[in-house]
């Protein structure tokens, strides 16, 4: 459930017309509702109820918006960060250091020592020699890393090649039938507190048996870790739980996800961590812009050419991922189009063959299911500036990332005087 709907015939963000938000902040822009971002994080830490000890971090990449990340800190959130960058960034919202995870295979000496730094709650090593550097760094400190180790438990979680992260070809975690011994090695190291398990084994599931088939996994491998001795007080079972992008789309809610943990975790006495990105966020924005024009094609439907691009909005382009598009003001006029943006390649094309609202030139649409992996994907392709995100709460909003102008980008670069 999400809070963009018709009111009197126009797209609203729960109570703000969105062709004011248009003409106010200008096309394209991202808008995200604050009501819907409680509301999927209040239905996700329900469905968790099952669970006694547990910690709920909000995978940044996600959506970083500084505003985003506070509306979450304040339903208790803490972060699951994969750089720097977003570390610096769930700092800044107000997440509590205990409560920030680092997960990532490429961690840099710099980023791991800047995660020790700030006395984060958990690093996610996904290597033997990751482990030894950040026992050394943690050691040279005179600290003691907290770690899981991330384990790839080869396990096809049956969706999109480019965002399966747990079978064994894939770059992500160790493969389970050397855990045992890394483990074994690490454990022995006294800059390390090395506690338990992660495992994340992608994104946008439609189906709970692979996450099923993964948890079963890990829960084998901790019984054979304490009864060779070692000590698991925490297992971090990462995100991936898909959304509805095409109304009608069903999907696993939430309360049957945290049904199957508490029943597959249930004797397992351990703190857990969940990493959910896409299921809190994905539904809690949209992509508003605005139609250029409306030009005939050669053999097919026409262009419906709006001014959100591939650089706005790249799943289309790198996933052939569908969003639903929708007028804002619809007339009940239908329409078949190809939806595309200005950029020059055909790449540039959010949509093929779409039965749509019928739209002209000036008119207003939305992309929805765009809170996720939208605005955060972004980049200046074409020398087009980043595009803006407003935070809609009730009948107010606030623009929360300014428009990147082309200009200001262009700023940043020099031409070395040995050009002149
Ligand atoms: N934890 C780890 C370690 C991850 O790698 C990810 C996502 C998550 C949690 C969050 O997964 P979620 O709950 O959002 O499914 N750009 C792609 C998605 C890439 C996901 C990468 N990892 C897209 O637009 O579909």
């Known amino acids: 459930m999400d809070h963009f709907t018709l009111k009197n015939g126009v797209l609203h963000a729960e109570d703000v017309p969105l062709p004011q938000i248009a003409v106010e902040v200008g096309t394209p822009v991202y808008v995200y509702s604050r009501a819907t971002l409680e509301r999927h994080a209040q239905v996700f830490t329900q469905a968790l109820d099952g669970v006694p000890s547990k910690l709920i971090a909000f995978a940044v990449k996600a959506n970083p918006n500084l505003a985003v990340l506070k509306v979450l800190q304040r339903q208790g959130f803490g972060a699951d960060v994969v750089s720097g960058g977003e570390l610096m960034r769930a700092l800044a919202a107000g997440m509590s250091p205990d409560k920030i995870v680092f997960s990532g295979v490429g961690k840099t000496r710099a980023e791991l020592e800047l995660g020790l730094?700030?006395?984060?709650?958990?690093?996610?090593?996904?290597?033997?020699?990751?482990?030894?550097?950040?026992?050394?760094?943690?050691?040279a400190r005179g600290l003691q890393a907290p770690v899981c180790l991330r384990i790839n438990p080869?396990?096809?979680?049956?969706?999109?090649?480019?965002?399966?992260?747990?079978?064994?070809?894939?770059?992500?975690?160790?493969?389970?039938v050397h855990a045992r011994e890394v483990f074994d090695e690490l454990a022995e190291l006294e800059g390390l507190n090395l506690r338990g398990v992660a495992v994340h084994i992608g994104s946008q599931l439609a189906d709970l048996e692979p996450l099923e088939t993964a948890f079963g996994k890990v829960g084998q491998l901790v019984?054979?870790?304490?009864?060779?001795?070692?000590?698991?007080?925490?297992?971090?079972?990462?995100?991936?739980?898909?959304?509805?992008?095409?109304?009608?789309?069903?999907?696993?809610?939430?309360?049957?996800?945290?049904?199957?943990?508490?029943?597959?975790?249930?004797?397992?006495?351990?703190h857990l961590t969940f990493e959910p990105g896409r299921v809190i966020a994905g539904n809690a924005g949209i992509l508003l812009t605005r139609v250029i024009r409306v030009k005939r094609g050669g053999n097919g439907p026409p262009f419906v050419i709006v001014d959100a691009a591939m650089n706005d909005l790249a799943r289309p382009a790198l996933y052939g991922a569908w969003h639903d598009f929708d007028a804002v003001q619809p007339t009940g006029e239908r329409m078949t189009a190809n939806i595309v943006g200005p950029i020059c390649e055909t790449g540039d094309t959010f949509a093929r063959d779409r039965d749509c609202d019928a739209l002209q030139s000036g008119d207003l649409a939305v992309f929805r299911t765009a809170g996720a992996y939208g605005a955060t994907m972004a980049s200046s392709y074409n020398s087009r500036g980043f595009v803006a995100e407003v935070l809609v709460d009730g009948d107010r909003y606030a623009v929360v990332a300014e428009r990147l102008a082309a200009a200001a980008?262009?700023?940043?670069?020099?031409?070395?005087?040995w050009l002149d």
């Open 154 to 176: 080869d396990v096809d979680a049956k969706t999109h090649e480019k965002i399966s992260t747990g079978k064994a070809e894939n770059k992500f975690g160790i493969p389970l």
């Open 409 to 417: 980008i262009m700023d940043a670069e020099q031409v070395p005087d």
């Open 117 to 139: 730094e700030k006395q984060i709650g958990q690093f996610n090593i996904e290597s033997r020699e990751e482990g030894r550097e950040l026992a050394e760094l943690a050691t």
């Open 223 to 270: 019984a054979d870790l304490r009864a060779a001795g070692h000590t698991i007080t925490h297992v971090d079972l990462g995100g991936g739980l898909g959304v509805p992008y095409k109304a009608g789309d069903i999907l696993p809610p939430p309360s049957d996800y945290g049904a199957m943990v508490a029943r597959v975790t249930a004797d397992w006495g351990v």
